[in-house]
């Protein structure tokens, strides 16, 4: 059976699917299930108790995904191109692996990791730039039941060494460095301070990308080159129960440290590749490309998991939107005939600034379906992606979804779904959102606002919080009971379409990367000379939100610029460049209530310019910091 038979046609159909997914889901999902391959077949579709947080897809059965991309895939699409690697520069040679190629690489390195001592169920943390080998590592862990955490290679050393530590990673597989636009990075440096105190790490792998004379550390350091390329190009693929880890990968919530967000092997195959096929109508031949990193969840969604289970070539791009020109992502459409184009809306309003010029210069006539994911898409982003890469012709599907969810939940079909801008739209069959009001009700209503949740189980949903199952049931199904609660704010439409408002706990969105303000308060308040600090989201034009810190220091007044360079040094070191505060205002002290909490509501407000209505602020201890706090405002 072909995953093409899983191809919504019209919308009418969608209807009927979703209808049939609400009032007969196992049935459904039975249905679904049964086009893939399975070495055992399930005992039962589905068992579920959001309570205990204890959910069961296709228990019983047995598989591996990587067969479903390779040994499913290979009898017709042998010497299909699998990835087309595009890099950095465009004087470095693209490469294409076809489906036996990059079957045969995965299969050298799942048999590198053997000999390194990885087996199934070890944690193997990934720590490299989007070069091929990236997705080879990936698929690598898969074939042998290892328990892949990928790490973007933008975070630091301690962000790099807390996530090992945390998933008890056995191997680090790193390169020499890495390249983006003009500037390089020594990566290998990074991973030499982050495994000085990570006792679980056995060996690192080390893949030359840059050329570079690394410090090598012989009882550590094995060269990629000189353990995987000699193995042998055939591997068995390790039988994997349904609810076997496939991978762990970390995201920020409101409170605490980074979460390891738990994916399991049978459910997260099913429906990232159902899901793949219906948003992007995805026909034999096409070519996907999705500008994402895979230190994210898109990135393993959509580049990885659901393009090459389904069959499709999927584009990888080691560089950036505007090197070394702002037409790039458009030459690259171009070049390799792409039919189908993801990415965020930070990167479509940060190419809107250079005008129309670089993007009318390519012919993008192949494109058939545009996406647009990880942040809300304001009016004029959508338009003008839709005018000048989609030629009006064609749809902008908006996918609404989160690291904890697997893959897409609300979102247009390809063309077949009504069209709003700045809409996510519907729901994919199988998903049942809601919308709650501030008591945790359900409201009925269309034209609504309230709090994004969903009441039943989808099958690339969490399945716990790695190390901490608690964490898990009181991050996301304790807020409201029987609901998996997503921290995101919606509206609903008198047609029934979502409108995504935005996040509604503490964590902020800048460019589509998420960060908790607790995370970035922590890192700033390392710095000795720091007393206490709270960081805010405020609108941004190109980033969707920026970052606001509120700090209170020792420094003494003259020397706030040295202050200043101190806290990005700071946050650089503890999380990465990617959370960076934009301003910094030193404060003498945080509006703060009676029992001491910060109320960032003020903060907010005042970060976002919004002075004439910063609401009651009598019931603060201090109601006088407030007005110094406007008075000083950046
Ligand atoms: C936001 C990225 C509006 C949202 C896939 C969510 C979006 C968070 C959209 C998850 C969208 C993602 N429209 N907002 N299409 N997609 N978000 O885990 O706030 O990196 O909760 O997953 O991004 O970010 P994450």
């Known amino acids: 059976m072909s995953l093409q038979d899983l191809k919504i046609k019209t919308f009418e159909e969608y209807q009927y699917q979703y209808q049939k997914s609400v009032n007969q889901p196992e049935l459904f999902w039975d249905e679904i299930a049964s086009h893939f391959t399975w070495k055992k077949k399930w005992n039962k579709v589905l068992s579920w108790d959001f309570e205990k947080l204890d959910v069961k897809w296709f228990e019983g059965a047995t598989l591996n995904i990587t067969e479903n991309i390779f040994e499913r895939n290979l009898p017709t ?19 294409t692996l076809t489906y036996q190629e990059l079957y045969e690489a995965v299969n050298q390195c799942a048999n590198a990791l053997k000999a390194l001592g990885v087996g199934k169920g070890d944690r193997v943390c990934i720590y490299l730039p989007m070069v091929s080998e990236l997705a080879i590592s990936v698929l690598a862990c898969a074939r042998i039941g290892a328990v892949h955490s990928v ?15 945390d998933a008890e990673a056995k191997l680090v597989i790193t390169a020499d460095g890495l390249r983006r636009g003009a500037k390089t990075v020594a990566l290998k440096e990074v991973v030499d301070e982050a495994v000085k105190n990570t006792p679980s790490v056995e060996k690192v792998l080390v893949l030359n990308v840059l050329n570079e004379n690394i410090q090598f550390n012989p009882s550590l350091d094995v060269k990629w080159e000189e ?12 039988e994997m129960s349904s609810e076997d880890y496939l991978f762990i990968l970390y995201t920020s919530g409101s409170t605490g440290k980074p979460k390891g ?34 230190g994210w969840i898109t990135g393993h969604s959509y580049i990885i998991y659901g393009p090459l289970l389904s069959g499709a070539t999927t584009v990888m791009f080691e560089g950036i939107p505007t090197y070394p020109d702002a037409g790039r992502f458009w030459e690259i459409v171009e070049k390799y005939k792409v039919n189908q184009f993801l990415t965020a809306p930070t990167a479509i309003r940060s190419l809107m600034a ?105 099958p690339s949903m969490i399945r716990t919080t790695y190390g901490d199952h608690q964490r898990c049931i009181d991050t996301y199904f304790s807020n409201y009971k029987g609901y998996y609660f997503t921290g995101d704010g919606a509206k609903r439409d008198a047609d029934g379409m979502y409108r995504i408002i935005g ?63 101190s806290i990005l040094e700071t946050v650089t070191n503890i999380i990465g460049k990617i959370a960076l505060p934009e301003k910094i205002q030193f404060v003498s002290g945080l509006p703060k209530t009676r029992s001491g909490k910060i109320m960032r509501r003020i903060l907010r407000k005042v970060a976002e310019g919004e002075i004439e209505s910063l609401g009651d602020t009598s019931t603060l201890l201090d109601p006088s910091v407030v007005e110094e706090i406007v008075k000083n405002r950046i």
């Not at 699409?77 to 490469?95: F, G, V, Y």
């Open 77 to 95: 699409l042998k010497d299909t191109p699998a990835i087309i690697w595009e890099p950095n520069s465009t004087d470095t040679e693209n490469k």
């Open 151 to 165: 790490v973007f290679a933008g975070f630091s050393a301690t962000s790099l060494s807390d996530r090992i530590i």
């Open 227 to 238: 353990i995987v390329p000699q193995q042998s190009t055939e591997c068995t693929a390790e």
């Open 261 to 294: 967000v738990v994916h399991t092997c049978g459910g997260y195959m099913v429906y990232t590749a159902y899901s793949f096929t219906n948003v992007y109508q995805y026909t034999p031949g096409d070519i996907h490309w999705c500008t994402a990193d895979i």
């Open 354 to 458: 250079f005008g129309e010029e670089p993007v009318e210069k390519y012919n993008l006539s192949s494109l058939k379906v545009i996406g647009t994911v990880g942040e809300p898409i304001n009016e004029e982003a959508w338009h003008w992606y839709a005018k000048h890469v989609g030629k009006d012709v064609c749809p902008v599907v908006d996918n609404w979804w989160q690291t904890e969810t697997g893959g897409i939940m609300i979102s247009g079909i390809g063309n077949l779904s009504p069209q709003k801008p700045t809409f996510a739209g519907y729901p994919l069959p199988g998903i049942q959102p809601v919308l709650l009001n501030q008591s945790g009700e359900e409201i009925q209503e269309h034209e609504v606002e309230g709090y994004l949740c969903v009441k039943f189980p989808w």
């Open 503 to 565: 996040r509604i706990d503490d964590v902020i969105n800048v460019s589509g990367h998420r960060f908790g303000t607790a995370e970035i308060e922590n890192a700033i308040n390392e710095d000795p000379q720091i007393i206490e600090s709270a960081v805010v989201g405020y609108p941004h034009p190109i980033k969707g939100q920026s970052i606001y810190a509120f700090v209170v220091s020792d420094h003494p007044i003259d020397k706030q610029d040295e202050a200043r360079k």
